[in-house]
């Protein structure tokens, strides 16, 4: 399986991204890595490792589209971009996904033009898995469509419940909508509207609250990207600031080193669900082809773990999943 990795997205490139795909390779024999990016970058980088070379292949790649750029200007303007160059090598069938930790606009917009979407999809989302105390869940859109129609949330729910089952093992994953209160004519227009066509699926458990997120009284979360960015940013900022808010507690209730130390164990386990890096990236579903997007500040390992879900989503044939689902 060939996985196309973007070696100049995100924050600490090409370091993290080249030290990522090449601990990927150490962790699975059945993957061949294509690195984009400058050829001479890159060539540099790996003289600070050791690695199988027949299993990674450079693609020269001269242009870079910076983390702020206006994503369809970069992608218009920058064809010799790695993403650019990327995804057009995907659409030619000469990788099997392609994943990076660059802009997630102009990857989006990228993916879209150049990979298209897939038979009957009316809007490509992106989702993000969501902790909750039952376990990760899947929240969809998390940030690229900020106003939908309705029929456009029920195939968010659809492409959602596909990945929910064939990438985080939920067996019979159910479907909520978010919205502000659980009754059926509770809402915007368009919420209302999507309540009707989603109650005639057996997996909707109907409306959602946001104080329900967390107690994962669904397995996918359906909602805009609107709402689904603003929660999803949300609670990413939760374990840092609930840890400084009881770093300060335990300050003023003068705890010892070792409770403190005892304390810290307990919330770095708490916490283990929010961590981003335990998955990688988040898909962009109804395109067609795999292509995932990472944090921008990614580690390592994190890319690594993005190469993985990419890999699974191919193993588990998730775009004809979809496309049978939606046809």
């Known amino acids: 399986m060939k996985i196309a990795v973007d070696a100049v997205g995100g924050d600490f490139h090409p370091q993290n991204p080249i030290k990522g795909a090449l601990d990927a390779l150490a962790e699975r024999s059945d993957i061949h890595i294509l690195l984009l990016g400058p050829e ?3 060539s540099d980088e790996l003289k600070n490792h050791s690695y199988d070379s027949s299993r990674i292949t450079i693609i020269d790649a001269s242009d870079i589209i910076g983390m702020d750029e206006q994503p369809a200007t970069a ?3 920058k064809q010799d971009s790695s993403i650019v160059k990327g995804l057009s090598m995907h659409a030619a069938k000469k990788c099997d996904a392609f994943v990076s930790a660059g ?24 989702g993000s898995t969501y902790p909750s105390i039952h376990g990760n869940k899947f929240m969809v859109d998390v940030g690229a469509n900020i106003e939908v129609k309705p029929e456009t949330l029920v195939q968010f729910g659809k492409m959602g419940k596909i990945f929910a089952k064939s990438i985080l093992g939920i067996e019979n994953p159910t479907m909520g909508l978010v919205n502000v209160g659980e009754e059926s004519e509770k809402g915007t227009e368009i919420t209302k509207q999507a309540y009707k066509l989603l109650k005639e699926i057996p997996e909707f458990v109907g409306n959602i609250e946001g104080r329900d997120i967390m107690l994962g009284k669904a397995d996918v979360y359906i909602c805009d990207g609107f709402v689904g960015n603003i929660l999803l940013k949300y609670g990413e900022s939760l374990p840092e600031n609930l840890a400084n808010v ?14 403190m130390h005892l304390v810290g164990e307990v919330l770095k386990e708490t916490f283990r669900p929010f961590d981003y890096t335990l998955v990688g990236g988040v898909p962009f579903l109804g395109v ?10 990614s580690p390592p390992h994190a890319i690594k773990n993005m190469i993985f879900t990419a890999a699974k989503m191919v193993e588990m044939k998730v775009n004809d999943k979809i496309t049978s689902e939606l046809n």
């Open 288 to 297: 067609n082809g795999i292509s995932l997007v990472g944090h921008g500040g």
């Open 75 to 77: 992608v218009k303007t």
């Open 40 to 42: 001479q970058l890159i």
């Open 103 to 126: 802009n997630t606009g102009a990857l989006m917009a990228a993916s879209v033009l150049i990979l298209g979407r897939l038979p009957g999809v009316n809007r490509p989302t992106i």
């Open 246 to 259: 009881i770093k300060s507690a335990m300050l003023r209730m003068k705890l010892t080193p070792e409770e």
